[in-house]
């Protein structure tokens, strides 16, 4: 057989001996995601409290039993209390200033912390004079003992402190109650006073260091007002926006004046251009005027006198004598038209370049603008904090003047201590509450568990786990668990010959796994698997055993080879001969056929050495038991002979079975999958761990073996006994 692994994505492509339909599974496991990160729901609760109700009832029951138990040995308490009014009640009092802002609280505020003042009311500082007190008339009485016993608390929703405190003495009771009353009173008065006081030295303390800041920020502002010419920073980018406009337009009028220099400059150099100059300057058009109106002379004379007569060598002098002035001319006023055209040229260059300069300036400027602006805008709020700040400690410090000139409104004690009459009942609450703190760490020991143990228990943890498909579900069945059964395997003839049995969940679970096999490959149905699974006592030879069952029910040859030659089983399970097998087939020349047993009504019966007699019987189940155990398995299951058997049983039978190894620390079974159409890997719910599972399935796909599902065996969501 061919195999084709891609590493990337995980995946093992199956090819069939004919080439045809290849089959592509992606059998890596999934990331294991622990049940603290998945969503408990209802089912998966019940589960684990019908998993380890044990657990939980014995953990239960145990700490009720301590609970009973310290309860009946403790003595009788006597429990008094009293309580304290801390804060004023009226409308008048409760409608105060906040010392912290100008604004009037609301009335629901009271601005008191109360879980901080009970902890100091606790405290080792406040009660120390208190204790001192207790101590004159009841000595053993310590800072400790006296707070196993004490209880201090606030109502809910009121301006009150509830002091309670138990004892096996009612009148100890009463002076402790006694004692605490007064120093609490005596501490309300001497605290708030002295709270007044720290009030306003701190408020003073953080006024005289708010106000130096708020003048380091305004000197802070000023200078770098100064050094930056900053009026304001909107005003400033107004600034630098304006200078960067007019700069772009001087700088484009610029260009546009130097092209046009340049353009007149070339003309200048251009015979046209100079023609042009020349017309437009008087001098020169005054001497070209006289040279004209000599040659219209000559012209004229011309008609009256020969070249060589005196008249007409005179105009000529006098022409030839302008020529050159006339050259002269043209010279001075092209010269002076260029030199005049190249200043402005320069000129305008120069300009160009101090607007270019100015221009980079501003853009400077620009860049810099951010930075000014953010420094400036931090010292801005930095000063606006520290100025609020000021107002609010000036505002605190006048509230708190106000607060000490008014009267101090003490703490008033408006339920006193009394003697305690009968004792406190408290055995039957310590009872419940035992039995309810018993079933919550039983829960949650059962959840430790849970989460501790690696195994997979149900068939969806098994879905999760791994991307292989789910060929069947095998329900747990009770029978075969049973002391006779453990050695069998499987249930007697009776058993499994009887309607209920056979028409029962547990037997039909075999016969849909069988049909999904056949579904899996409709164009080239699988002749040959391999049954093995992670380690011993998934249930793997009970598997390949009911499967086979199934295939020959429904019609089709069957061959069951038991290729677990360390430790067979197959002929235990089934109650045939195992005196020769598959061992003494591949190691003599013993003919296979004499070798395979046909099942007659599930018991064992001998197949003569005429092949047509398999076909004539109604039975399909054909066994090939293990034979003796070899010293060498994996060398047996790997030699060409057991290759050509494998060809040999493939065009025989309609389907071969072999149930093989354990696939951990073992390869006895990737060895024999290489002569079939694939393997079936049959895990054990409730034994196979997460961890066995993947170690296998790496393992499978290093070595590259076609893998063709798994069965979840022992599933206890499906029901074995359910029949229709």
Same mark, same amino acid.
């Given at each position: 057989?061919?195999?084709?692994?891609?590493?990337?994505?995980?995946?093992?492509?199956?090819?069939?001996?004919?080439?045809?339909?290849?089959?592509?599974?992606d059998?890596?496991?999934?990331?294991?995601?622990?049940?603290?990160?998945?969503?408990?729901?209802?089912?998966?609760?019940?589960?684990?409290?019908?998993?380890?109700?044990?657990?939980?009832?014995?953990?239960a029951?145990?700490?009720?039993?301590?609970?009973?138990?310290?309860?009946?040995?403790?003595?009788?308490?006597?429990?008094?209390?009293?309580?304290?009014l801390?804060?004023?009640?009226?409308?008048?009092?409760?409608?105060?200033?906040?010392?912290?802002?100008?604004?009037?609280?609301?009335?629901?505020?009271?601005?008191?912390?109360?879980?901080?003042?009970?902890?100091?009311?606790?405290s080792?500082?406040?009660?120390?004079?208190?204790?001192?007190?207790?101590?004159?008339?009841? =000595?053993e009485?310590?800072?400790?003992?006296?707070?196993?016993?004490?209880?201090?608390s606030r =109502?809910?929703?009121?301006?009150?402190?509830?002091?309670?405190?138990?004892d096996?003495?009612?009148?100890?009771?009463?002076?402790?109650?006694?004692?605490?009353?007064?120093?609490?009173?005596?501490?309300? /008065?001497?605290?708030?006073?002295?709270?007044?006081?720290?009030?306003?030295?701190?408020?003073?303390?953080?006024?005289?260091?708010?106000?130096?800041?708020?003048?380091t920020?305004?000197?802070?502002?000023?200078?770098?007002?100064?050094?930056?010419?900053?009026?304001?920073?909107?005003?400033?980018?107004?600034?630098?926006?304006?200078?960067?406009?007019?700069?772009?337009?001087?700088?484009?009028?610029?260009?546009?004046?130097?092209?046009?220099?340049?353009?007149?400059?070339?003309n200048?150099?251009?015979?046209?251009?100079?023609i042009?100059?020349l017309?437009?300057?008087?001098?020169y058009?005054?001497?070209?005027?006289?040279?004209?109106?000599?040659?219209?002379?000559?012209?004229?004379?011309?008609?009256?006198?020969?070249?060589?007569?005196?008249?007409?060598?005179?105009?000529?002098? /006098?022409?030839?004598?302008?020529?050159?002035?006339?050259?002269?001319?043209?010279?001075?006023v092209?010269?002076?038209?260029?030199?005049?055209?190249?200043?402005?040229?320069?000129?305008l260059?120069?300009?160009?370049?101090?607007?270019?300069?100015?221009?980079?300036?501003?853009?400077?400027?620009?860049?810099?603008?951010?930075?000014?602006?953010?420094? *400036?805008?931090?010292?801005e709020?930095?000063?606006?904090?520290?100025?609020?700040?000021?107002?609010?400690?000036?505002?605190?410090?006048?509230?708190?003047?106000?607060?000490?000139a008014?009267?101090?409104?003490p703490?008033?004690?408006?339920?006193?201590?009394?003697?305690?009459?009968?004792?406190?009942?408290?055995?039957?609450?310590?009872?419940?509450?035992?039995?309810?703190?018993?079933?919550?760490?039983?829960?949650?020991?059962?959840?430790?568990?849970?989460?501790?143990?690696?195994?997979?228990?149900?068939?969806?943890?098994l879905?999760?786990?791994?991307?292989?498909?789910?060929?069947g579900?095998?329900?747990?069945?009770?029978?075969?668990?049973?002391?006779?059964?453990?050695?069998?395997?499987?249930? /007697?003839?009776?058993?499994?010959?009887?309607d209920?049995?056979?028409?029962?969940?547990?037997?039909?679970?075999?016969?849909?796994?069988?049909?999904?096999?056949?579904?899996?490959?409709?164009?080239?149905?699988?002749?040959?698997?391999?049954?093995?699974?992670?380690?011993?006592?998934d249930?793997?030879?009970?598997?390949?055993? *009911?499967?086979?069952q199934a295939?020959?029910?429904? #019609?089709?040859?069957?061959?069951?080879?038991?290729?677990?030659?360390?430790?067979?089983?197959?002929s235990?399970?089934?109650?045939?001969?195992?005196?020769?097998?598959?061992?003494?087939?591949?190691?003599?020349?013993?003919?296979?056929?004499?070798?395979?047993?046909?099942?007659?009504?599930?018991?064992?019966?001998?197949?003569?050495?005429?092949?047509?007699?398999?076909?004539?019987?109604?039975?399909?189940?054909?066994?090939?038991?293990?034979?003796?155990?070899?010293?060498?398995?994996?060398?047996?299951?790997?030699?060409q002979?057991?290759?050509?058997?494998?060809e040999?049983?493939?065009?025989?039978?309609?389907?071969?079975?072999?149930?093989?190894?354990?696939?951990?620390?073992?390869?006895?079974?990737?060895?024999?999958?290489?002569?079939?159409? #694939?393997?079936?890997?049959?895990?054990?719910?409730?034994?196979?761990?997460?961890?066995?599972?993947?170690?296998?399935?790496?393992?499978?796909?290093?070595?590259?073996?076609?893998v063709?599902?798994?069965?979840?065996?022992?599933?206890?969501?499906?029901?074995?006994?359910?029949? *229709?």
């Amino acid at each position: 057989m061919n195999n084709q692994s891609n590493s990337g994505n995980s995946t093992h492509t199956i090819v069939e001996r004919n080439g045809k339909s290849p089959l592509v599974l992606d059998y890596a496991t999934r990331p294991h995601v622990s049940q603290s990160e998945e969503d408990w729901q209802s089912p998966q609760v019940l589960d684990i409290a019908r998993r380890r109700g044990l657990l939980i009832a014995g953990t239960a029951m145990t700490v009720t039993l301590l609970t009973g138990v310290i309860t009946l040995r403790q003595t009788d308490s006597y429990e008094g209390a009293f309580q304290i009014l801390v804060e004023p009640v009226t409308a008048e009092s409760e409608q105060g200033l906040d010392p912290l802002s100008s604004e009037p609280k609301p009335s629901s505020n009271t601005g008191l912390d109360y879980a901080t003042q009970i902890q100091v009311l606790g405290s080792p500082k406040t009660m120390k004079p208190i204790v001192e007190q207790i101590q004159k008339r009841y =000595p053993e009485i310590g800072y400790g003992s006296l707070m196993d016993q004490l209880s201090i608390s606030r =109502p809910e929703d009121t301006k009150l402190i509830a002091v309670k405190y138990k004892d096996e003495d009612p009148d100890r009771v009463k002076f402790v109650l006694d004692q605490l009353a007064a120093g609490y009173l005596t501490y309300s /008065q001497q605290e708030r006073q002295s709270n007044l006081r720290q009030g306003i030295t701190f408020v003073d303390d953080q006024i005289e260091s708010t106000r130096k800041r708020v003048d380091t920020l305004q000197r802070q502002i000023q200078t770098f007002r100064q050094r930056n010419n900053l009026i304001g920073t909107e005003a400033l980018a107004s600034q630098v926006a304006s200078q960067i406009q007019g700069l772009e337009q001087q700088r484009l009028e610029a260009r546009r004046e130097i092209a046009e220099t340049q353009k007149q400059y070339n003309n200048l150099q251009d015979p046209s251009g100079a023609i042009a100059a020349l017309a437009a300057d008087p001098a020169y058009q005054k001497v070209l005027d006289k040279m004209r109106e000599i040659d219209s002379k000559a012209a004229t004379e011309s008609t009256r006198f020969q070249a060589s007569e005196p008249e007409m060598a005179v105009l000529q002098e /006098q022409r030839n004598s302008l020529i050159p002035v006339l050259r002269q001319e043209a010279r001075r006023v092209l010269g002076d038209k260029m030199a005049s055209v190249g200043t402005d040229l320069s000129v305008l260059e120069t300009r160009q370049q101090v607007l270019g300069n100015a221009q980079r300036y501003w853009e400077q400027e620009v860049q810099r603008l951010p930075v000014v602006s953010r420094i *400036y805008s931090d010292l801005e709020r930095e000063l606006n904090v520290a100025t609020d700040s000021l107002g609010r400690f000036l505002a605190t410090r006048e509230n708190l003047q106000v607060q000490a000139a008014q009267k101090e409104v003490p703490w008033q004690l408006i339920a006193p201590p009394a003697t305690p009459q009968m004792p406190e009942d408290t055995k039957q609450r310590n009872l419940v509450l035992g039995a309810i703190a018993g079933l919550l760490l039983g829960v949650g020991a059962a959840t430790i568990a849970e989460r501790v143990d690696d195994t997979i228990r149900t068939n969806d943890e098994l879905r999760k786990h791994v991307r292989l498909p789910i060929l069947g579900s095998i329900p747990l069945y009770e029978a075969l668990q049973r002391p006779h059964f453990l050695q069998r395997g499987i249930p /007697q003839r009776a058993d499994l010959r009887s309607d209920t049995f056979r028409y029962s969940g547990f037997s039909e679970s075999f016969g849909s796994l069988y049909s999904t096999l056949r579904m899996l490959k409709a164009d080239q149905p699988i002749r040959s698997v391999v049954i093995s699974s992670p380690s011993a006592g998934d249930g793997k030879s009970t598997v390949a055993t *009911y499967l086979a069952q199934a295939a020959a029910a429904m #019609g089709h040859r069957v061959l069951l080879v038991d290729a677990d030659l360390r430790h067979p089983q197959i002929s235990s399970l089934l109650d045939l001969a195992n005196d020769r097998g598959l061992v003494d087939v591949l190691t003599s020349n013993l003919n296979p056929q004499q070798a395979i047993q046909r099942v007659f009504n599930l018991t064992a019966a001998r197949v003569t050495n005429d092949p047509t007699a398999i076909v004539a019987d109604d039975e399909n189940l054909y066994v090939l038991t293990s034979g003796q155990v070899p010293p060498n398995p994996a060398r047996l299951l790997s030699s060409q002979k057991m290759k050509r058997l494998s060809e040999y049983f493939h065009a025989m039978f309609d389907l071969v079975i072999y149930d093989a190894p354990p696939l951990l620390n073992l390869a006895d079974s990737k060895l024999l999958a290489s002569h079939t159409d #694939g393997m079936i890997l049959v895990t054990g719910l409730g034994k196979t761990s997460r961890f066995e599972l993947t170690q296998v399935l790496d393992r499978l796909q290093t070595a590259r073996t076609p893998v063709l599902g798994m069965v979840a065996n022992r599933d206890p969501s499906s029901f074995a006994d359910m029949t *229709y």
